[in-house]
């Protein structure tokens, strides 16, 4: 080890939402005056305004940060952020990957919740030393002692001399950042070997290209350098190496083994460097890249259409411009009979789905419809033909399915005692194949159920947070594919099928979305001149039925002179309303309707 | 704009004993008559400022409010100014919207000495709650007494008005309402749906009100076109019905998009292409009759709309060739597949090269000017 590497320590924060991961990555900023405390803005690693109202990170980031230890040497800190959501769970785990090891805040007013533990045994997987902290002691129902003992039973991880800190009153900061120092290992590696360096973020910058976020564990690297992405197999010339310091980057001569930092390359998309890739030189290449790399593959699929039709071409930049700095967002263009034009849109998760729409709406100013979202079916035909589907209109008519499989997720919920019974019961009327249950205390308890994916993003996480009053937390992970009974559900409005509509069900139940989501189609109807027929219809099987009555009375009874400029007033404000609505067919239909389908209450 | 021969004059009276429950026309209740006689001067001098153009006017309408509440010195004084400014056809239509219990015999002879040859009426219902509700100043009777005293005076042309959709109403009851109506033959009835209009007493009250209900109120519509049509009367517009001749010519201009002249608090007018208005306000108006509100000029893509708009309001429709000579372009072609719909849904009829609704077409007419004006 170098005398560089020595002084080294590589570290994330992780926690479950709301633990106050980025407020000690705050503290920390401040404590090792990276950050003049009057330049302080919150949370500054955060640095979407969605992420800051959130109170959660999207984007992994890294910053380099210089420590004056007790010891009276000077530390150089890489703190790297990750996402602390699951739907992020790989760019976590390449994140954690970088380093050599992990800050675990728990609340000690909460204790460990699903998310400390699958994030803990992430960091374990990737062979890091965890650092137990403490957070909330200011709070008055803080329990520091309870929450040192979950993390020894739970996680199994000595904590009895962990800090114990508010990150909110900058209290005990400074034990944390001493304990990184005697408790973190330096990192290890040859700088004179091959190199190699994983990449661990990437983000798209309009002046420098992407800048590509790695940790080097061999070698060196140095602006000229010539380059290869060993996954994708393609060689760039670095432009510029440097690190990442709180208010930008700086340019540096060279990151060697041990350092975590940026380069620049001619490389136009974020798309064009994956995560989780290995950077080595392309005329003294490593011998194997590093393990672990992998494609994301979205799980979860909607169909995004512009309000206004006329603004397809906005909703195609900006979902580019999104792109440049997500790599895992997918998109494709699609035609809806019933929508027009717009994009099949591919996500992690529900959670980056919403955050994608709710980006595309406010930065982008779009107004959208959403269609509901569907996960990866797979179905073998009775030609023995696999497909896999990801758009409800694409998925075959009953006859020609052999078998259908559906993604299956390993849910994971931690909740407090009291809500087992419900939490049983919803998982159940979602589907759910009990697994196990652990307690974790006398209070709260570790429920492990096998559930589709299909269920859980039919609003199951709102439906748990209302039956628990917000006290559970949810983690899943994909399991695989499980064959299942599933049918079509198409609607027809006035005899004609809206295709934007159509989604995947369960065969059982069937019969009873079907029937509510035609009542909501009612009330998202407008009266027109003629009657309208809903049916909701499996194949050509018709499964619910409502009516929209025909309008009545539309008329303005007198009209004389001065109601002229009145009548016509009425006129203007009727089309604008009518401008707002959505002609399927025959049909005028609200843009609300679409979500109908999208949001069900709690029994779904 | 059109100027045929003649153009009309509305003269507006804001001025009633007590406002009626729905009412939100410009009207003032319980006025002293002498500001009543000094609105007539405004009135007069507002009317003699159009002297210079030399119009040629054959309809005139006194409206209001209650313009039966005009003395007769008022009344000839405004109708001197008249004839003074404008050059008054010796067939034209005087039209005076008159409400039982403000009328006698004498006065009537003055009015109808003066020129008056039409009387509009206020009836709206024969039976007393209905009225009631409404807050009516008359009963059944005294409209009975009003009218018969009008056919004494020798005047052949007198409207009804009617309502239905009222709170309290069956259709039975409005039937018999109808039936009373057809036995008396006045020469035009009015038949209004009830609107509730923010801001009126009745408005404020409705949740304490039972009102027929939407297709209860339908079938009181049809009933009347029905009863009505066999009785005779032409279902000429929206809400109105009359003997063969005996249309309103005055009403007839605005929704044939002809010219008209508007004088007196919140009248407006069709003139030279424009349409504007005067203030709603009563001080104001005696201080300046001759300040313009909301004048708008209406151009050709504004022309096209009114046309439809309006024109569709009557039994006769809209000439197909005439609007293509005047737009440039086929309504028929234009909005083919929707004609055809409504067509079929028998709410629209294209005859002898003219388009026209329906009586029920009428009914949601509102929804269809809508489908036939997208990009005007």
Partial sequence: MTDRQKYIRNFSIIAHIDHGKSTLADRILEKTETVAVRDMEEQILDNMDLERERGITIKARAIRLAYKAKDGEEYVYNLIDTPGHVDFGYEVSRSLKACEGALLVVDATQGVEAQTLANAYLAIDNDLEILPVINKIDLASADVEGARREIEDIIGIPAEDCPAVSAKCGLNIEDVLEKIVTDIPAPEGDPTAPLKALI????????L???????????????????????????????????MEPFGLKRQDSLSAGEVGYFTASIKTVGDTRVGDTVTHADRPADEALPGFREVHPMVYSGIYPADGARYGDLRDALEKLQLNDASLVFEPETSVALGFGFRCGFLGLLHMEIIEERLEREFNLDLITTAPSVIYKVELRGGEVVMIDNPSKFPSPDEISVAYEPIMKANIITPTDYIGGIMDLCQERRGVFVDMKYIDTERAEIHYEMPLNEIIYDF????????KGYASLDYELKGYKQSKLVKLDFMLNGEVVDALSFIVFEDRAYGRARKIAEKLKENIPRQLFEIPIQATIGSKIIARETVKAMRKDVLAKCYGGDITRKKKLLEKQKEGKKKMRKLGSVEVTPEAFMAVLRLDDEG | MMRADGIGLYIHLPFCVRKCAYCDFCSFAGVDGSIISEYADALASEILSYRERGFKVDTVFFGGGTPSLLSPEDFRKIMRAVRESFLLSDEAEITLEANPKTLDRNKLEAFVASGVNRISLGLQSIHENELKTLGRIHSYSEFLETYRLCREAGIDNVNVDLMYGLPGQTVESFKETLRAVIDLSPEHISVYGLILEEGTPLYEKQSTLSFPSEDCEYEMYLLADRHLSRAGYCHYEISNYSRAGKESRHNLKYWRCEEYIGVGVSAHSYLDGYRFGRTQSLTEYLRDNREYLNKEYIDRDGEALEKIMLGLRLREGISLKEYEDLFGFDLTEKYREKLITFEKMGYARIFSGRLSLTAEGFYVSNYIINELTEST
Avoid: N, W
Avoid at chain 1, 200 to 207: A, G, I, K, R
Avoid at chain 1, 221 to 227: P, S, T
């Fill in chain 1, 209 to 243: 290209g992407v800048v590509v976020y790695v940790r080097v564990l061999d070698g060196e690297m140095r602006a000229g350098d010539k380059i290869r992405l060993m996954a994708q197999g393609t060689e760039f010339e670095l432009f510029e190496v440097g690190t």
């Fill in chain 1, 200 to 207: 661990f973020d990437s983000h798209y910058d309009p002046y």
């Fill in chain 1, 461 to 468: 996480f709102d439906a748990l947070k209302s039956r628990t």
